[in-house]
């Protein structure tokens, strides 16, 4: 019994004796702490303070040919274009324009053709050349999508013009039907001066002048109904025939064609009676009761202004989630994920190859401790070296630059402390595979770009196609990046999948590392 | 040690052993037997093969052919408390530089499975046998190359181990370091221990018990100082200086029975390679009496180790 407790409490002191040494190694060089800690934090901060976030201004220059026949003043266009695009310089020909863009002077030349009108005439759609100098391909994109929106800002301002037209004799029938019930009144009471006067030539000349009067009412009343019924088409109003504005003009509608009727029988009735007016007395009756009904509907009547039909809709956001975080709140989670992973790999990449190299890896192959011995010492000295670590970076994050933390601080550390294990499993496999200190860090630097490009820090996952998604799910900052905001920044719980990722990836690698470790250990 | 039996033990045995990598014979077949309490010295040119054959006997590599047992069992059936038994320094070992003398010998105590007393029993005991208490807590890398080896050497002794191998020790050290370190081999060895040493230093070897001559990856030479020399030249050599050397005197000594060999070295100077040459001096002098030789000086030549190696080696090469 006493063997076996020995024999146990050896089993103990063999990988102790790792973490002991490995953590005086590292404490000993103040350099690497400096550089593992604090420099990363200055370059966060550095990036904190100094990035604004705001597209810088796309300095354009308008190209107007004399043939357009528009203006050439800057004033008359500087409110149509719009941000980022600054209209800095119109001019009339193209050459300087460009020379300027060759020379990177400016960033945008617009270009408005030469005879807009006859091609658009012609029933095609005229061309606004559009050119840019430019090599960075996120840059490009933007150009591309500003110069759409540019575009469109500009058709719509035509839309404008073309509809303000459009709607000026809608707006007149609008105006018509509000003038219809005094002139009707004033109609009515030249036929009654004419019936008084027995005249039954200008009595049916008056109805003749009121029919064709309540006519065009109705025509313009059915315009307003028809762009009415257009626009709640294209909102998606289905309800829209129902709604009180197209009821009301329905109802103008059936009193107009009422009156109309009266006017008939009127003018019937004085044909075959003669200029009485006790003959029409009835018909005129009739006809004072609609025009009553159908001033009370036309006074209600809403009118559209032209910018509401032109934009019918407007955006009015509302974020859902918990926190609208800066720039820094949002990358500081992904930057304390990526500095455990590169912290981690970079310490533990080397660990074995320098004892391979510098003589010990024969000496433990003889002594009495076992290649998994020294896999699990050197990695709980690592784990509890970056432990450390990283607990220094959250600190500094959360209570440094104030990034917030609105989960649990356990989440948090379940994610940190995979994430550190998944490294540490990764690092000590290149550790057990690399010949030289050289090939260890070069693997430890690709795995650091790997990460930068794939696993979310920058470029959104989805960017990537399925197959090189792949690559983001080896390695663990991905996961963290997603757990650490999610429970940061959101206050979730962290996914399923951020937690089983990099224990996954700890357990593969590990084993890998302690086989092949195993196999170095064997007798050559 | 204090559990060994005094009973003649044999630690290491090597019968046909040999090692190969790829088509080349790094070692070829080594027969050997090392016995408990001995200190077999290993030496041999640059790249004879002493490092592969040391790695071959402590089970770091397979053989190619042959067997090798340590402790009465190939080291692939090693358990813990067969490595608990072994003391090894490889020629590469370089301590932790940022660690300190004691740190290092710490991180050795608990690589061996040292509980917390017995290294505070050991390291200081350790450090003051190697004249290392004063440097005790500076960094390896502060102290001189003489003081790392002895660190190294302390390192591989912490656990007390039966059998040391020990790879070149006493390079870089100067001959007081390596008087006293030789001093405490011999401890060792009162003790119990069995050691196995290579060096380049031919005169350490005379502290051994037995020397292996390896060249080209084969041990050409194997026995006592002593024995090597007579196995070289055939018996013990005694130097004979006369004013004129008559070619009467040659022909005195080359007819007595006890002489093996004869030569002239210089004029004036013969080497007679005789069986003893205690006895051999008074019966030479015997023999020339009565005869008008005129000798100047007649003794026992005590030939340098670094001749009867170079003379080995240069026998070895020879083709058959």
Redesign the interface.
Known sequence: MRHLLN?L???I??P???V??DI??IR??PQLIVALIIAPFLVLLLFGIGYEGRTPPVETVLVVPPESDLSADRADYEDDFVSPLVLVDVVTDEGPAIEALDGREIDLVVVFPENAFDTISAGEQAEITIYYNELVPFQRNWLEFYSSVQTAELNQIVQREVLEQGLAQSRSGLEELNQYPQELDAGLERLNTALAAGDAEQAQEELVTLRELTEDTRDAAGQSRLILLATARSVGAGGAPESPPIQSLEAIDRNLSEIETGLTNTSTAIANQGAEPQVVEPDLQFIAERRDAYATTAANLPAIPVDVLLAPFEADEENLAPTSPDFVDFYAPAVLALLIQHIAITLTALALVRERT???F????????SPREVLTGKYLSYFVIGAVLSGVLALVIVYGLGVPLLGNWLQMALIVGLVLAASLGIGFLISAVAGTETQAVQAAMILLLSAVFFSGFFLPLDNLITPVQLVAYILPVTYGISGLQEVMLRGNTSPDWTIIGPAAIALVTTTAASLILSLQFR?? | MGTRTRAIETVISASGAGKSFGSVDAVEEIDLNISRGEIVSVVGPSGSGKTTTIRLLLGLYKPSRGQVDVFGMPPEDFTREESERIGYLPQQFLLYNDLTVRENLLFAAGMYGLGPRERRDRIPKLLEQLDLTAAADRLARDISGGMQRRVALAATLIHQPDLIVLDEPTAGLDPVLRESIWQMFEELRQAGATLLITTQYITETERGDRILLISDGSIVASGTPDGLRQQVFGGEVVRLTTSETHPEMIEVINGLDFVADVRQIEPGELEIVVDSADTAIPRLLEAFGGRDFQIDQIREVQLSLDSVFVELVQRSSEPA
Do not use: D
Not at chain 1, 362 to 369: G, K, Q, S, T
């Open positions: 024999r409490w050896r089993m002191l063999r102790a004796s790792f002991g040494k005086t190694q000993r060089q510098g003589g010990t024969e000496l433990f192959r003889v002594a009495p401790i007798r050559q």
